[in-house]
Nanobody
Framework: QVQLVESGGGLVQPGGSLRLSCAASGVPFDYSVIGWFRQAPGKEREGVSCITSSGYTYYKGTVKGRFTISRDNAKNTVYLQMNSLKPEDTAVYYC???????????????WGQGTQVTVSS
């Protein structure tokens, strides 16, 4: 019933920008948390950012000042605006739905299919 669909990934040069979208369906948007996670080649999945239904946001330290998470309740969509991208940002990016605020994978119950972000010249 719950469905999360990521989009917006692609190939971008260092210093460029991408805007990822996570469209949610099958769940009420209130009282939910959407998190963005990423998994780079050869590395474990890590939390990047999350946002609550009230708009409270949190970021992994390495992306603060570069990434912005936002939520459009009318569209049931969460966005991750990524600026000043670096090669180390290359990863598959996933959005996930949870009930508890945080960047730990175990806090999230439903996951999207992922979208590839590649930062390279």
């Amino acid at each position: 019933q719950v469905q999360l669909v990521e989009s917006g990934g692609g190939l971008v040069q260092p210093g460029g920008s991408l805007r990822l979208s996570c469209a949610a369906s099958g769940v009420p948007f209130d009282y939910s948390v959407i998190g963005w996670f990423r998994q780079a080649p050869g590395k474990e999945r890590e939390g990047v950012s999350c946002i609550t239904s009230s708009g409270y946001t949190y970021y992994k330290g390495t992306v603060k000042g570069r990434f912005t998470i936002s939520r459009d309740n009318a569209k049931n969509t969460v966005y991750l605006q990524m600026n000043s991208l670096k090669p180390e940002d290359t990863a598959v990016y996933y959005c996930a739905l949870g009930r508890v605020y945080g960047l730990e994978q175990r806090l999230y119950d439903h996951w999207g299919q992922g979208t590839q972000v590649t930062v390279s010249s």
